[in-house]
Every structure is written in C-alpha cells, then in structure tokens.
C-alpha cells in the first residue's frame, strides 16, 4: 500500500513538473518581449541612420524607448539602452543621421544584453 502511494506521489509530481515548467518558460519568455521588440526597433533605426534617414531612426528609436520602458525589467544594461535611446532621439531630431545611428547601435547592444 504504501509502495502504491508513493508511485502515485510519484506520477503527480511528474505530471506536475512536465505542466509546470513550460508554464514558467514562457511566462519568463513573456517578460522579455518588450526588450525583443526594443532590440529590433533600436536596431531598425541604426539601419536607417546609416542610410541618413535621421527622421526614420528617430521613429524607431522613439518606439524602442517605449519598448524599453515597458519591459519592467532593473538591469544596467536597460538603463544604459534607455540612455542611449534618448541619445538618438535628441540627435535624429537634429538631423544627425550618424549620430542617431551609433547611439541606436549602442542602445541595441545593451539591450541585447538584458537577456
């Protein structure tokens, strides 16, 4: 009887392990599709800003921003992706293609490292 018991303690901590952990997985998945999003978007606006298109990098990096913003996520790394972010901003909206690329390529490498 109690051999019985212990299978069944068995089987359902199993059962429960192979429900549990893909549950966790995703919600850990979930938490990061902000900073997914921010990474393409910061990425997306270096393409531009190296095209020279400042007012296109400045969008992507503004949507980036939010991105960012939203993961609610404490890392020094977003910290430093936000810095960068507004960095491109500022410079896009001055017409500085360049500089809004290198600081949306900044911001997507630390963004990347958020991960």
Known sequence: MATKMH????????VGALVGIPMLNGMALAGNKHIDEAVE???????????GHADACVQHAEEAF????????????LDEGVKH???????GK???ADACKDHAEGGATHLAEVK
């Open 41 to 51: 978007h910061a990425r997306g606006a270096a393409s531009h800003g190296k095209e």
């Open 94 to 96: 001055a017409g500085h």
């Open 7 to 14: 299978r069944i303690t068995l089987v359902i901590a199993a």
């Open 66 to 77: 939010k991105h960012a913003q939203g993961a609610g996520v404490k890392n020094p790394h």
């Open 85 to 91: 972010l507004k960095e491109a901003v500022q410079h």
